[in-house]
């Protein structure tokens, strides 16, 4: 079951976006069409990473010809019929391709029915946005990229539940009680400013004034200070360590990075990439320092150029990689 849901390695994804380019370009072969087929009939990943490159294309539609489209579907569509898993196939492009970063998103971390609800979400942000709304009680909340939340105010009670991403909330003079819940559990602000941030199969609360309460959905308590910060599943709380600045820098439109890896900073700037964004192994470890500007990619992209010994490579319009100079 693990191979399952295992992310393709990085040469395996750029092995899938050099055929995807390859057959985009319109210079493709019978022959090379023969040659994809096997490449895909070798392994899982390269059928898992094949259907991710076709899953951001569809995002970029815009940029492709019909028949280059139709060819990349066809290409994935052929190797499962020829498995004898047509249907089951044809319906897993059908998800992907409507749903585009949605379904990759939903694939890695087992999340899609949350993101789902978020697209019906009273407030949401698309990747790369990033905005404040203000509730009538003189909350303010921030919205992280690709965020959504929905508000319930009723005359005992103020709650916010986020749906998908990150926010920060800094709530308003009120003497109802204030809830902020995921599906992992429910936070209780005590006169606070907070962020919480959805991240995989845990939510990550960092409080920067006042005092947070934390409830598990399994009934797990634990309350967070100013300055400090903790992880919680369902059900179990982690140790609580000092509240990380960079968790509130966003609102700033800045990603902090303080001496950590490569990897790490490209994870994070890649939320707010409407494309791939992925980095070789080879240069993963390097160490970052500074602050990237989170609202230009493409700027924060340069600025790795000039202090690392890395390029950024295209292979196609919305497929970028960090590769060793």
């Given at each position: 079951m693990q191979a399952d849901t295992a992310t393709p390695?990085?040469?395996?994804?750029?092995?899938?976006?050099?055929?995807?380019?390859?057959?985009?370009?319109?210079?493709?072969?019978?022959?090379?069409?023969?040659?994809l087929r096997d490449w895909l009939d070798q392994a899982r990943d390269h059928r898992q990473a094949w259907a991710y490159a076709e899953s951001i294309s569809q995002r970029f539609a815009a940029m492709q010809a019909p028949e280059n489209r139709n060819a990349a579907a066809g290409a994935l569509t052929h190797i499962h019929a020829k498995r004898g898993g047509r249907r089951r196939l044809l319906g897993s492009i059908a998800v992907l391709a409507g749903a585009g970063w949605l379904g990759w998103a939903?694939?890695?971390?087992?999340?899609?029915?949350?993101?789902?609800?978020?697209?019906?979400?009273?407030?949401?942000?698309?990747?790369?946005?990033?905005?404040?709304?203000?509730?009538?009680?003189?909350?303010?909340?921030?919205?992280?990229?690709?965020?959504?939340?929905?508000?319930?105010?009723?005359?005992?009670?103020?709650?916010?539940?986020?749906?998908?991403?990150?926010?920060?909330?800094?709530?308003?003079?009120?003497?109802?009680?204030?809830?902020?819940?995921?599906?992992?559990?429910?936070?209780?602000?005590?006169?606070?400013?907070?962020?919480?941030?959805?991240?995989?199969?845990?939510?990550?609360?960092?409080v920067y004034q006042g005092k947070v309460a934390v409830t598990t959905s399994g009934g797990d308590t634990r309350v967070a200070e100013a300055g400090q910060q903790l992880r919680f599943s369902a059900d179990s709380i982690q140790p609580t360590m000092a509240a990380d600045p960079a968790r509130e820098a966003w609102t700033r439109g800045v990603l902090l990075a303080a001496d950590i890896p490569l990897q790490e900073l490209v994870t994070e700037l890649a939320r707010y990439h409407r494309g791939h964004l992925g980095v070789s192994p080879k240069v993963a470890h390097l160490r970052v320092l500074g602050g990237y500007p989170l609202r230009d990619p493409e700027r924060a992209l340069a600025m790795l150029e000039s202090v690392l010994p890395v390029k950024v490579e295209r292979t196609l319009p919305w497929w970028t990689t960090i590769e060793p100079k």
């Open positions: 390695s990085h040469a395996v994804m750029q092995q899938a976006a050099e055929w995807f380019a390859l057959l985009r370009s319109g210079d493709a072969t019978e022959q090379d069409r023969a040659a939903g694939w890695r971390n087992g999340g899609l029915s949350d993101m789902a609800l978020g697209w019906s979400a009273e407030h949401r942000t698309a990747t790369g946005e990033m905005r404040e709304i203000r509730l009538g009680d003189g909350t303010r909340v921030w919205l992280n990229t690709a965020t959504a939340l929905n508000t319930d105010y009723q005359p005992a009670t103020r709650r916010i539940q986020l749906l998908t991403g990150e926010m920060l909330i800094d709530t308003g003079h009120d003497p109802r009680p204030f809830f902020a819940e995921t599906r992992h559990g429910r936070l209780q602000a005590l006169g606070t400013r907070f962020t919480v941030r959805l991240d995989g199969d845990n939510t990550l609360l960092a």
